[in-house]
């Protein structure tokens, strides 16, 4: 089983989405564990609950301190723990943007609407008063935007003849309860699915001028040049020949390169076999990390070491503008 995703969540009253996590967590097959269960307020009670379970505790008081310094303070422990993701359950402040970019895509938050209606607050008087038939939850990637980062999933609650914003409120964090935990798991497993791995290399691949997909043994492959003429440059390999790998197999320099970089950073690179002895190296897919301006980077390299000069003309080009 992969490592599992390491997670902080931060706080600001009962935690009751906090202690929906957690348990959860601490099923089988869990994709992620809590390190740290921080908050804004040191009489939170969702701190209570975390350290009772064992889980790691930090609490600043943002009263009398700016912004930025108390972003500072709570993304410093996040990273002491050593979380992969933040996680935002009913943490009741608006991050800088600095902390948000460099979490990005790596910040999850939970609200009470079907998103896009009714970002920010009373979502459920605005539901009931506008008629709707469903109120609901919604989980998506924090932006600097509120409430507008890509949707990850959502639940939806029907709204019953009379109802309350109160009642309604209760209905919806029942299904929040169920909802957080199931897209936080499917997110961060994310890194371990070949087929989501494999659509990000593909949108890359695809990208470059005179390139096309074909299959080769099994292995999804990409090439450039016409389809009777085509050569590869790149192929998606998913643990194959007993590898534990999920990885992009990629033209480099020579062996001596290959030797170097898997020496070096052997988190990051294989020699695959078979390929490994023609000058191909693996970049390791399923790991932590990944920096995707990267893979770009060595699948337009390969590309460039056997495209037709016309399609490199092309490219170049484009890359002056």
């Known amino acids: 089983m992969p490592d599992r995703a390491r997670v902080a969540v931060f706080v600001s009253g009962k935690g009751t989405n906090m202690a929906a996590l957690l348990y959860a967590s601490r099923l089988p097959h869990a994709a992620y564990e809590i390190v740290l269960v921080a908050a804004n307020d040191p009489q939170a009670e969702g701190l209570q609950l975390a350290a009772a379970e064992g889980v790691a505790t930090f609490a600043l008081s943002h009263r009398g301190m700016a912004r930025e310094d108390h972003d500072a303070a709570m993304e410093q422990a996040a990273r002491d723990a050593g979380a992969d993701f933040i996680v935002l359950a009913g943490y009741m402040r608006i991050l800088t943007p600095g902390f948000v ?21 009373d979502t459920h008087a605005k539901a009931i008063a506008a008629g709707d038939s469903h109120a609901g939850a919604s989980v998506h990637l924090v932006t600097d935007e509120l409430d507008a980062g890509e949707l990850l999933g959502q639940l939806a609650v029907a709204i019953w003849p009379g109802d309350t914003p109160e009642k309604l409120a209760n209905r919806v964090r029942v299904a929040e309860h ?5 897209v936080l798991g499917e ?5 371990n699915d070949p087929q989501w791995l494999l659509e990000r290399v593909r949108e890359r691949a695809l990208a470059l001028p005179q ?11 990409f ?18 020949h007993g590898t534990p790998h999920i990885s992009l197999l990629v033209k480099c320099s020579g062996l001596d390169e290959l030797e170097n970089l898997v020496e070096a950073q052997p988190q990051a690179y294989h020699k695959p076999a078979y390929y490994g ?10 790991r932590p ?18 495209a037709p000069k016309n399609a490199v003309r092309l490219i170049d080009a484009a890359d002056e503008f």
Do not use: C
């Open 101 to 121: 970019a460099r979490w990005e895509g790596r910040m999850l938050n939970i609200h009470p609407s079907l998103l896009p209606k009714y970002p920010g607050l």
């Open 178 to 182: 169920q909802l957080y935990p199931q």
């Open 187 to 191: 997110y961060v497993s994310r890194g």
């Open 211 to 221: 390139t096309h997909e074909r299959e080769s043994h099994g292995t999804r492959g």
């Open 223 to 240: 090439r450039v040049g016409t389809e009777k003429s085509g050569k590869f440059f790149a192929y998606f390999s998913d643990q194959h």
């Open 277 to 286: 002895a023609s000058g191909w190296i693996g970049v390791i897919l399923n």
């Open 289 to 306: 990390g990944v920096d995707w301006d990267t893979i770009a980077d060595w699948l337009q390299r390969s590309w460039r070491a056997v």
